[in-house]
């Protein structure tokens, strides 16, 4: 059975830090995985996609990078800014069965301004 | 439209009630999920329509809940006789046809059962 880990469960930083979030997975047989970034109260924002082929995938400020071998993945964000404060979720897409996502618990994340 | 809507936003009823929920996806997209988000649990994967195909309910937590989606599209989420520990957040995601592409949610149902 999958299961996702991501440390820490909270962070909170000065603004303008650079910053990495962690996640691991059980299971190498995915065909992707995802980070979210939620907003209390909202739904789930995609930030970044990466194949299970892939090595990394970069959007603006967030660069996020993937070692299926080792189960896991790492979300970097540069110059944080107060407006990044919120909960930040990885999710893999298995392959057996529904294709569906498997979850992280999430990281709380505070830029101090 | 633009995104994947939910409706209602909020929906508050009494223990042993039925309740409907809906979600639009994204149109043209083939695949349609519902994940639930509750303290404690996380988010945890409900069912999965993928085109015509018969749906995969293996995240279904009892027979009280229950889905359909109507013409590709639509879909609505069934929960009958509501418990109290129904009480989450009900997401739907859609995608294009495979699990190697990007979920995209919508902004969920906040379902309280007193």
């Known amino acids: 059975k999958q299961e996702v880990t991501q440390i820490p469960a909270a962070l909170s930083v000065p603004e303008g830090e650079n910053l990495v979030l962690n996640c691991s997975f059980t299971d190498s047989a995915i065909y992707n995985l995802q980070w979210f970034r939620q907003d209390p109260g909202k739904g789930l924002t995609s930030l970044l996609l990466?194949?299970?082929?892939?090595r990394e995938q970069t959007s603006g400020r967030l660069n996020a990078s993937l070692d299926k071998s080792s189960g896991r993945s790492t979300l970097y964000i540069a110059a944080s800014q107060p407006g990044d404060s919120a909960t930040y979720l990885c999710?893999?897409?298995?392959?057996?069965?529904?294709?569906?996502?498997?979850f992280g618990q999430g990281t709380r994340l505070t830029i101090n301004p | 439209g633009a995104g994947v809507s939910q409706s209602p936003s909020n929906k508050v009823t009494e223990k042993g009630k039925d309740v409907e929920l809906r979600c639009d996806p994204i149109?043209?997209?083939?695949?349609l999920y519902w994940y639930r988000q509750s303290l404690g649990q996380g988010l945890e994967f409900l069912i999965y329509f993928q085109g015509n195909s018969a749906p995969d309910k293996s995240g279904l937590p009892s027979d009280r809940f229950s889905a359909e989606r109507t013409g590709g599209s639509v879909s609505t989420l069934t929960i009958q006789r509501t418990q109290q520990e129904d009480s989450a957040v009900y997401l739907c995601?859609?995608?294009?046809?495979?699990?190697?592409?990007?979920?995209?949610f919508g902004p969920g149902t906040r379902l309280t059962v007193l």
């Open positions: 995601a859609s995608s294009f046809s495979s699990g190697r592409n990007a979920q995209f």
């Open positions: 149109s043209g997209h083939t695949a």
């Open positions: 999710a893999v897409g298995v392959i057996q069965g529904a294709q569906k996502l498997v």
């Open positions: 990466i194949q299970s082929s892939q």
